[in-house]
């Protein structure tokens, strides 16, 4: 298994600015993903996020939007810029602990007003 | 890319009851996992379950991969299983190969 902590745990933000969520792993691995989870929905993947390269975004999610960041194997950053109310959601980083068994951190729970 | 359903979407129990969640996938899969979100909104690992069951405690699944499902059963159930009970698999995404793709979840309320 891996061990991931994210910070900040929630926030409120100003409609307008941006937030930088960081994720911590307890152990080297080559991908991270970064989901989303608007209230009342499930888990969308935003994107992958390969150390060395730059991150790739599924439909519907822009690095404008969402700049990544990977600067080694046990950390990544997720940036959500310009922020408005329908940003409002939980972010999630998640890691592969085996072949295909992911593990998900804490979330940060972002509230934009 | 695969197609996930959960049902059934929404289940009121009284404490003690039993119950099944059930998971269907509308293709072949290397990998399905069924997870606990918490009141909070962390993810827990619940069970890995590509194939046949296991059993942890109160909790067991079942996933039969020839037929395209997962069953996930919780008996005596407790208030602290309370929660939004998903099922993911290994999916084709368009963009960046196989990854993990969600169900729309289980809103599970266990009533004391």
């Known amino acids: 298994s891996a061990v991931i902590s994210q910070k900040p745990s929630r926030d409120i933000c100003q409609r307008g600015t941006s937030l930088t969520i960081q994720c911590q792993v307890d152990s080297q691995v080559t991908m991270m993903f970064w989901y989303r989870q608007q209230p009342g929905q499930s888990l969308t993947l935003i994107a992958t996020a390969n150390q060395g390269s730059e991150a790739t975004y599924e439909s519907g999610f822009v690095i404008d939007k969402f700049p990544i960041s990977r600067p080694n194997l046990t950390f990544s950053t997720l940036t959500v810029s310009n922020m408005s109310p329908e940003d409002s959601s939980i972010y999630l980083c998640?890691?592969?602990?085996?072949?295909?068994?992911?593990?998900f951190g804490p979330g940060t729970r972002l509230t934009v007003t | 890319g695969i197609q996930v359903e959960q049902s059934p979407p929404d289940l009121i129990l009284q404490e003690g009851a039993n119950s099944t969640l059930r998971c269907n996938f509308s293709d072949s899969v290397n990998n399905l996992q069924w997870f606990h979100q918490n009141p909070w909104g962390q993810l827990i690992n619940l069970f890995y379950i590509p194939s046949g069951t296991k059993q942890n405690g109160r909790l067991s699944a079942t996933t039969v991969a020839t037929e395209r499902y997962s069953l996930l059963y919780i008996s005596s159930s407790q208030t602290t299983d309370s929660g939004v009970y998903f099922c993911?698999?290994?999916?084709?995404?368009?963009?960046?190969?196989?990854?993990?793709?969600f169900g729309e979840g289980t809103q599970l309320t266990v009533n004391p």
């Open positions: 998640s890691v592969k602990g085996g072949v295909y068994e992911q593990y």
């Open positions: 993911a698999v290994h999916g084709w995404m368009e963009t960046s190969g196989s990854r993990l793709t």
